[in-house]
């Protein structure tokens, strides 16, 4: 497709229900992004790849957070056993990306808003 | 923990007047980049700079990286209705693709 493209673009669920989140990516875009926003606040960082290669997944905020991706396409970021305090807008990004060199511009779905009741 | 942030949080204004953003970090950042995000939308890019003390002007926006790379602000000129939404300031590190967002800055402006 000619963006990046999220699905859901809305999810509301209960407590203590696995969620699963999809990106689909810029076509040849190699690097790829997850992000969390809370009430219109700045963006938290969560997770990126390169390639199927995830170097740094310092901003999971448990073991009930996990993403992948496959193909060197499609994501998928799946939160377990959900809690009130997951829900945000969450937001997948998407660039070229020369390994080690990130001046490119990110283009950003329109997000997964996710509701936990 | 890398850290970025952003100063004022809210911003009201009347179009025509002159405003600063700021962005702060005690990080070293080896690019920094500018998103102007609009309810439902995901954040698109304004601007990226990647020389300290550089200076790039976008029609009435002027975006400035300081000289220790540290630091960013965005300044526009007679603002417009249209430059309302939420702007945010993004760096990367060296050796890494790694994008840290700041803790945003919403603009409102009002006719």
């Known amino acids: 497709g000619a963006g990046v493209s999220q699905s859901p673009s809305n999810k509301v669920t209960e407590k203590g229900k696995d969620v699963e989140l999809r990106c689909d990516p810029i076509?040849?875009?190699?690097?790829l992004y997850w992000y969390r926003q809370s009430l219109g606040q700045g963006l938290e960082f969560l997770i990126y790849?390169?390639?199927?290669?995830?170097?740094?997944k310092s901003g999971l905020p448990s073991d009930r957070f996990s993403a992948e991706r496959t193909g060197g396409s499609v994501s998928t970021l799946t939160i377990q056993r959900t809690q009130q305090e997951d829900s945000a807008v969450y937001l997948c990004?998407?660039?070229?990306?020369?390994?080690?060199?990130?001046?490119?511009?990110?283009?950003f779905g329109e997000g997964s808003r996710l509701t936990v009741l | 923990t890398q850290l970025l942030e952003q100063s004022p949080q809210f911003l009201s204004i009347q179009e025509g007047e002159n405003l600063t953003v700021y962005c702060n970090s005690s990080?070293?950042?080896?690019?920094l980049q500018w998103y102007r995000q609009e309810p439902g939308e995901g954040p698109v890019l304004l601007v990226t700079?990647?020389?300290?003390?550089e200076v790039k002007k976008l029609k009435r926006l002027t975006f400035q990286f300081g000289d220790a790379r540290k630091d960013s602000s965005l300044h526009i000129t007679a603002a417009q209705t249209g430059d309302t939404g939420l702007y945010l300031c993004?760096?990367?590190?060296?050796?890494?693709?790694?994008?840290?967002f700041g803790t945003g800055t919403r603009l409102q402006v009002f006719p």
């Open positions: 990004a998407s660039r070229q990306g020369l390994a080690g060199r990130a001046t490119g511009e990110l283009f």
């Open positions: 076509s040849g875009h190699t690097a």
């Open positions: 790849f390169q390639g199927n290669s995830a170097p740094d």
């Open positions: 990080s070293v950042f080896s690019s």
């Open positions: 700079v990647v020389t300290g003390g």
């Open positions: 993004a760096g990367s590190s060296y050796n890494t693709d790694k994008l840290i």
